[in-house]
C-alpha cells in the first residue's frame, strides 16, 4: 500500500513541479515579448490621419475600427444589427464563446468553461458592438492614427474569422451586453486557448497592419502598453 501511495504522490510531485516550470516560462515569454515590441518604426509611417480605437475592460481588448459600407462584412452586421442611423464605428471581439455566451458576470465562471477555454477545446465566437460615436479617451479607452493601407489590413484581419453561411454571417440570438442592443454575437473560426486568447487576436490585428505592439500579448495590459 506504502508503495502506491510513495509512486502516486511522486508523480504528483513531478506534475507540479511541471506545472510551475510551464508557469514560470509562459510568463518569461510575456515580459519577452513586451520588451522587445514589433513595428518599432510606426510612428515613421507617413499619411496616418485616420482614427482608429483600442477599448479594454481590464481583461479584455476590443479593436474599434470606422465604419465603411462598402466591406462586405459591415454591411452584413449593420444589416443584421442597425436600429437607426449608421453607426461611426463598429467594435470587433473575438473571443472564447463558452466564456461569452455562458459568463455574464465572474460569478457565473463555470470550471468546465474555463477548462475548455485555457486547453482550446470549446469554438470561438466574435463580439460585436455598434458605436454611434467615437469612444472617448480615458485609462481604458486608446486612439491610434493609421493610414489608408493599414486601415484596410486591419479591416482584413477582423473580418477573416467571421463564418459564413447562404452568404450571410452565422448570428447567435442568444444575449447582448448592452440594454440598447447595439452588440450582438457571431460565430467564429479558431478557438481560444492560453496561447490565443482574445488579446493575442487584438494583437495581431495591430502587429498585422504594421502599428507598434508587443510580440506576443495574452494579457489586456500587452496590447495596451505601448500605445500609452
Known amino acids: 500500500m506504502l508503495k502506491y501511495l510513495f509512486k502516486t504522490l511522486k508523480y504528483l510531485f513531478r506534475a507540479i513541479i511541471g506545472l ?29 490621419d485616420i482614427p482608429i480605437y483600442i477599448v479594454s475592460n481590464g481583461v479584455h481588448t476590443d479593436l474599434l475600427l470606422p465604419l465603411d459600407m462598402s466591406q462586405k462584412t459591415d454591411q452584413l452586421i449593420v444589416e443584421n444589427q442597425n436600429h437607426g442611423s449608421l453607426p461611426a464605428y463598429i467594435a470587433y471581439g473575438w473571443g472564447d464563446k463558452g466564456f461569452y455566451l455562458e459568463t455574464p458576470t465572474w460569478a457565473d465562471l463555470k470550471f468546465s468553461t474555463a477548462f475548455k477555454a485555457v486547453t482550446g477545446l470549446s ?16 485609462e481604458s ?46 460565430d467564429s473560426k479558431g478557438s481560444y486557448s492560453l496561447f490565443k486568447t482574445c ?19 495574452p494579457f489586456s495590459d500587452c496590447v495596451t502598453y505601448h500605445l500609452k
Open 20 to 48: 510551475v516550470a510551464l508557469l514560470c516560462i509562459y510568463t518569461l515569454a510575456v515580459f519577452l515579448c513586451l520588451w522587445f515590441p514589433t513595428n518599432k518604426d510606426f510612428e515613421k509611417t507617413p499619411n496616418r
Open 123 to 138: 469554438s470561438a465566437a466574435m463580439h460585436i458592438t455598434l458605436y454611434k460615436h467615437a469612444p472617448q479617451l480615458d
Open 141 to 186: 479607452t486608446f486612439k491610434i492614427l493609421v493610414n489608408t493601407e493599414q486601415l484596410a489590413k486591419l479591416r482584413a484581419y477582423a473580418g477573416k474569422d467571421f463564418i459564413y453561411q447562404n452568404n450571410k454571417l452565422v448570428y447567435i440570438n442568444c444575449c447582448w451586453y448592452h440594454n440598447d442592443h447595439s452588440d450582438a454575437f457571431y
Open 199 to 217: 488579446n493575442v487576436w487584438t494583437n495581431a490585428a495591430l502587429k498585422d497592419a504594421g502599428i507598434k505592439t508587443a510580440a506576443w500579448a
